[in-house]
């Protein structure tokens, strides 16, 4: 009965590291969708997603980064691969969003506001603007939302990807929760003023 | 039985008896949709009671985010790029028992360097698709049409293409797109397809055009010497 369970991740790679090509292609569809959509959402860069995903796998494939099952799993220390590449390509490219210090400065959103600008989720329009915004966010609560919120790492390997206590994992979501929820009511009082100034008739 | 992650060191009864910042820093976990954990402090605290529903509100579009990107994954080019640098790292061979006489893979892995033939495919005027930044890859790919002599390849037995089928390899289908990768190889890779190879020139290099099948495998090889 036990055969008929799928290999697990540290089976799969001790197969690969024997030559076994099959077992290589199995972890890596296994894990690659995971990867990929990380790098893409902490960069908004289909190119960098796509570089960042064959530089995590060829560094297994060269067992360059030191894999050690007993620190965690595989899963984590591909996503802590791809976290250290994306950083490597943004900074490479340009630098970090310049949110970052306007929005860390900025005071926590109201709790109470006129209407919901939350409503808008419900759509699709919403949801881009929502991925929006997540890229839109400060580096360090970009990654915990992706990993945590779109990527569903739990908690505690989410530390191990971010090299940071779990304590910080958490207030670090708490604070990405409440800057996109500034940013979605930033969005939905811009649109709601243009449409307050959108001309009723023309005078002239 | 340890605490759950969310109580983080705090006992679940004393969450019941808290202030607005003690409330918050439960919220990611309370946030959840599925958590049906209203505490008496929302119950009583009307800021923190739309705050949270308005977390709750953001948790789900965020879910809705999460399943519309689901099937988001990365381009089919990556893993036959990387089938191919397993290739180059390990050698030539194809999955299946290995003959005795088979050049052992740690030799392959030791030894392969792999050149790109990006330049030489650009001088022959054929269409190439340029290969992918891989800096510091020992692997690179050229992926071209492939050569007019590959067309005889069908049943691996024409005599008149210098392409040598890989052992156990499956055949090219017609109409599959192929790549060709240039790599180099010891000398002593010649012998597992039947050249006879002196060993004091085991260990050079040798220059080599290998077809990857559209699955990334390898389906026949060819020596430049």
């Known amino acids: ?204 | 039985m340890a605490a759950p992650l969310w109580c983080d060191g705090v006992e679940t009864d004393q969450v019941f008896d808290m202030n607005c910042q003690e409330f918050w820093n439960t919220m990611p976990e309370l946030a959840q949709p599925a958590e049906d954990a209203d505490s008496e402090h929302v119950r009583e605290c009307a800021a923190c009671a739309a705050l949270l529903n308005r977390q709750r509100t953001l948790a789900l579009g965020l879910r809705r985010l999460a399943a519309d990107w689901r099937p988001v994954e990365a381009p089919a080019r990556v893993e036959n790029r990387l089938r191919a640098a397993l290739l180059g790292q390990a050698g030539l061979a194809v999955p299946g028992p290995p003959a005795r006489w088979w050049v052992p893979v740690a030799t392959w892995a030791t030894a392969a360097a792999v050149v790109v033939a990006l330049a030489m495919f650009l001088a022959r005027g054929r269409p190439v698709i340029p290969a992918h930044r891989t800096a510091s890859s020992r692997v690179q790919l050229a992926v071209a049409e492939p050569p007019a002599d590959l067309g005889m390849l069908g049943d691996f037995s024409d005599a008149e293409s210098d392409f040598i089928p890989i052992p156990n390899a499956a055949r090219i289908e017609p109409n599959e797109d192929l790549n060709l990768v240039r790599v180099e190889v010891p000398r002593s890779a010649m012998i597992a397809l039947g050249y006879a190879v002196s060993e004091d020139r085991a260990s050079e290099p040798v220059e080599a055009e290998v077809v990857l099948g559209a699955d990334g495998l390898a389906r026949a090889v060819r020596f430049l010497e």
């Open chain 1, 1 to 204: 009965m036990t055969s008929d369970l799928p290999e697990t991740d540290d089976e799969l790679l001790m197969r690969m590291r024997s030559g076994d090509e099959q077992a290589f292609v199995a972890l890596y569809r296994r894990r690659q969708a995971a990867i990929y959509r990380f790098a893409l959402h902490m960069s908004g860069s289909g190119t960098v997603a796509e570089d960042v995903t064959q530089e995590v796998f060829l560094a297994l494939i060269r067992e360059e980064c030191g894999f050690d099952p007993r620190r965690g799993t595989l899963s984590g220390y591909l996503f802590g691969i791809a976290r250290k590449l994306v950083l490597r390509h943004v900074e490479r490219g340009r630098p970090d969003m310049a949110l970052e210090t306007d929005l860390e400065s900025s005071a926590l959103p109201e709790l109470m506001v006129d209407a919901d600008p939350l409503a808008d989720l419900i759509d699709r329009e919403g949801i881009e603007a929502l991925r929006r915004s997540v890229l839109a966010l400060p580096r360090r609560y970009r990654e915990v939302v992706v990993l945590c919120d779109l990527e569903e790492v739990d908690y505690g390997e989410a530390a191990l990807v971010l090299g940071c206590p779990i304590g910080t994992v958490r207030s670090r979501l708490h604070r990405a929760r409440a800057l996109l929820l500034e940013k979605l009511s930033q969005r939905w009082q811009h649109r709601s003023g243009a449409m307050a100034l959108k001309p009723i008739r023309c005078l002239i």
